[in-house]
T-cell receptor, first 115, second 112 residues
Framework: GAVVSQHPSRVICKSGTSVKIECRSLDFQATTMFWYRQFPKQSLMLMATSNEGSKATYEQGVEKDKFLINHASLTLSTLTVTSAHPEDSSFYIC???????????FGPGTRLTVL | DAKTTQPPSMDCAEGRAANLPCNHSTISGNEYVYWYRQIHSQGPQYIIHGLKNNETNEMASLIITEDRKSSTLILPHATLRDTAVYYCIANAGGTSYGKLTFGQGTILTVHP
């Protein structure tokens, strides 16, 4: 199947700093990518839809100024957590649909810990 | 996405078939049934999907009832590496594809 990568796999940062997470589709183009967040012992929650060449669409309750999304190319979307706080500590996962296969592929996730 | 209901946990002996049920009684005619699994601290992995007909691939089989109100994911010969949380999701695809609504899933534990 298609491959989606994320970088970094884990990051620890101090409160108040910003953290950038990259999501890449390695062997297919993705005009749309999705960002999910998962807290411990909970299910995945969709945060936003990343659209190549246009603004991201955020789910209700997700602060767009805090979670900046940039879909720079057909294979790269980035999520920047600005002014991170301990409550932003979570597992962030991206995904990209492979339209020809009606299948969505997920990245391995990024574990963010804010001290 | 239509609401899906899954048992919170199931056990299976290694080498035996694991049958994971999913109820989706309000599924729309254009909604597919997707199955994903998530092994601890990893991103979800696609397993299989179907609309009406039963489907089989190298990982699993998907059996959908004729009225499409429920389905069963079958792992024919479960191994310890199949221990994971399994998610059943109803999604219409098309422009809504990708905005997957994850429930709590079924925690499958495969025992030696």
């Amino acid at each position: 199947g298609a491959v989606v990568s994320q970088h970094p796999s884990r990051v620890i940062c101090k409160s108040g700093t910003s953290v950038k997470i990259e999501c890449r589709s390695l062997d297919f183009q993705a005009t749309t990518m999705f960002w999910y967040r998962q807290f411990p012992k909970q299910s995945l929650m969709l945060m936003a839809t990343s659209n190549e060449g246009s603004k991201a669409t955020y789910e209700q309750g997700v602060e767009k100024d805090k979670f900046l999304i940039n879909h720079a190319s057909l294979t790269l979307s980035t999520l920047t957590v600005t002014s991170a706080h301990p409550e932003d500590s979570s597992f962030y996962i991206c995904s990209a649909p492979s339209w020809g296969t009606d299948t969505q592929y997920f990245g391995p996730g990024t574990r963010l810990t804010v001290l | 996405d239509a609401k899906t209901t899954q048992p919170p946990s199931m056990d299976c002996a290694e080498g035996r078939a694991a049958n994971l049920p999913c109820n989706h009684s309000t599924i729309s005619g254009n909604e597919y049934v997707y199955w994903y699994r998530q092994i601890h601290s990893q991103g979800p992995q696609y397993i299989i999907h179907g609309l009406k007909n039963n489907e089989t691939n190298e990982m699993a089989s998907l059996i959908i009832t004729e009225d499409r109100k429920s389905s069963t994911l079958i792992l024919p010969h479960a191994t310890l590496r199949d221990t994971a949380v399994y998610y059943c999701i109803a999604n219409a695809g098309g422009t809504s594809y990708g905005k997957l609504t994850f429930g709590q899933g079924t925690i499958l534990t495969v025992h030696p």
